[in-house]
């Protein structure tokens, strides 16, 4: 390793970001993240991953020449916030869930720190082969951007080059598949309290194959994840009523999210103890 | 025929009540309609299936012993409020698309004139051969009202004693069908506006196989029937509503279908149009 190759900052190496932080290591740059009061879990996925830890935000800033924000939604701003406080002036990438509005927000608050802001959004899951997971970047930045993650497991994609694009396609993607997901639960938590559970899956098993296996995968896959997604919900809504869409679907969603926080990273879960417990609102608290 | 034939009564003779007279008509009974103020296709329909028109509610409350109504949703409580004013003594189905707790407000109502009142809903398009539609009644006297549909095109399913079963059911499957289209097609006018709609279908196309066809059917099937699907959609938001579940989804539904109620019947249609359309909000004005 050479003081040639370009330092990226990445914030932060969690699920996502660590995968993101080793595509720019397989490009050929070295990657460094924050290691101060970071998680037991990020930090041993972060040292097995050749990550280098700097103490401060300070640090990271005076070493990065990109710097990479893949975080849950609800905080990207105030990572950016503080990112360009300190005054960065290299390639901001921010690649979260969050509306095109919230993208271009972000995009003038770390440019008036100095930097140059590339709108970004990841779909598909944490890549272990290419092909499965796309990089999306869009703005006048975009391409400059692209070389930093080119040859990792992502297949990285120039949407175009106006700021918002990369967010915008970001958000009606997930649209679908967290706001289906959500509408599934929600239709089956309603057959369950009205007493026709089992009527509605022998409908569905006669015309509408298929459905009834994908609810049970919406409780298994997207409940324990309830808590990540209501962030995201907002940021889609938020988007359809910029958009001067209907945005109910997804303050639907986002409450169907809320109402099933409580089942963070759980794993067994019951369905319906879970369909019940939705139809019970609060806030947070419908699990255990 | 003669007269020892039951008598059922049938409102309306439209598209999907045409062939539940036929059931009615197979299973032994013969079949009136109200024959005055008709449009041309239903006097059509109805005489070439071989049902009698009479002149006036009066007379058809007068001849039945069963009465079935099959309508927009809106209309529903409409009918109910006028049989029950002649003093219906027979048997009232409902088999519209309508909440459990709008079921049982006609329930209550037709009772009060005398009537007894089976809670109905039909999934499925109006069949062809069997197997293909079920009519779900239930109630107490479900199996009773069953009898005089069973040799037709429909399966005819008693779901079980309760009013209001048979109505939830239907809500919670077109929940989904007619959710999850407006869902479709909400996401597919983002894309649009927000100029990202190729961008989509490529993502779609690699992760979602099938997803882009199903919008694509989504425009041309629901988009001609939008103005029916209005108060269905309310039917549904106030059933999840009224089961402590959120009901955003559904609203969100109404307010797509809405905007697309200008729509009504066309073929043909320009999907960058309609989808362009959608994201200019206005009641029933977005067609031509």
Redesign the interface.
């Known amino acids: 390793m050479t003081t040639d190759n370009p330092v990226v900052g990445l914030i932060n190496p969690g699920a996502m970001g660590t995968p993101i932080g080793c595509a720019a290591l397989a490009s050929g740059a070295r990657v460094c993240w924050v290691s101060m009061d970071r998680s037991p879990e990020s930090t041993t996925r972060a040292q097995s991953s050749g990550f280098e830890g700097v103490a401060t935000e300070d640090e990271l800033v005076a070493r990065c020449e990109l710097i990479i924000s893949v975080c849950p939604p609800h905080a990207a701003v105030e990572v950016a916030r503080r990112i360009a406080a300190l005054e960065f002036k290299g390639l901001y990438v921010d690649a979260n869930a969050i509306s095109?509005e919230t993208s271009r927000d972000i995009g003038a608050l770390v440019e008036s720190g100095g930097a140059r802001f590339v709108d970004g959004s990841i779909?598909?899951g944490p890549p272990v082969e290419r092909g499965t997971t796309?990089l999306?970047l869009s703005g006048p930045a975009a391409a400059k951007a692209q070389q930093y993650f080119a040859k990792g497991l992502f297949d990285v994609?120039v949407?175009?080059d106006?700021i918002?694009?990369a967010s915008?396609?970001k958000?009606?993607?997930a649209?679908?598949?967290k706001?289906?997901d959500?509408?599934?639960l929600?239709?089956?938590?309603?057959?369950v309290?009205?007493?026709?559970e089992a009527?509605?899956l022998a409908?569905?098993r006669?015309?509408?194959p298929g459905?009834a296996e994908r609810s049970q995968a919406a409780v298994e896959g997207s409940v324990p994840k309830a808590w990540r997604f209501i962030g995201e919900m907002q940021q889609i809504a938020d988007?359809?009523a910029a958009?001067?869409?209907?945005?109910?679907?997804?303050?639907?969603?986002e409450?169907?999210y809320d109402?099933l926080s409580g089942y963070k990273n759980q794993t067994d879960l019951d369905m319906t103890e879970v369909l019940t417990a939705?139809?019970?609102?609060s806030t947070g608290q419908t699990g255990h």
């Open positions: 095109p779909i598909g796309r999306y994609v949407v175009d106006i918002g694009s915008a396609l958000m009606a993607y649209a679908w598949t706001g289906s959500a509408l599934l929600n239709i089956r938590a309603l057959a309290a009205r007493g026709v009527a509605l409908e569905w006669q015309s509408m459905l988007t359809l958009t001067n869409l209907p945005d109910g679907f997804h303050r639907g969603a409450a169907v109402r939705l139809a019970r609102p």
